[in-house]
């Protein structure tokens, strides 16, 4: 298996371990059996807590697009030097945001968002 597909599993464990922290975090603020009920008068979860939801959520948005772009540069036999970089600018740059978003630092978490882009526009630039 190459790097890209690599990276994009581990991208997948990190969408998973978001998804965790956003649990434990709304699980604190509002409770095991709210999280459990219908939710349809669920509290705003905030602090920590909500910059994790949203952190998971922003990642959900972005590893679909990284999939995407590994998964074509793969089956089109795209794969080079410059899609490993991308894979792994996006990756480490989504690890370090995920942390960033959490801690609550604005502007540094908008520019690793940012490098997380050129990670996919760099694999996308193989593909055309």
Known sequence: ???????????????????????????????????????????????WAGRA????????????LFAALVLVAHVAGKTNAMTVLGAQLFFWSRLAYAVIYVAGIPWLRTLVWFVSLIGLALIFLQLI
């Open 53 to 64: 939801k949203r952190a998971h959520a922003n990642m959900l948005e972005n590893v679909v």
């Open 1 to 47: 298996m190459g790097v890209e597909l690599t990276l994009l599993v581990w991208s997948v464990v990190l969408t998973v371990a978001q998804m965790l922290v956003a649990g434990m975090g709304a699980n604190m603020q509002v409770g095991l059996a709210t999280l459990a009920g219908n939710r349809e008068d669920l509290p705003p979860v905030t602090g």
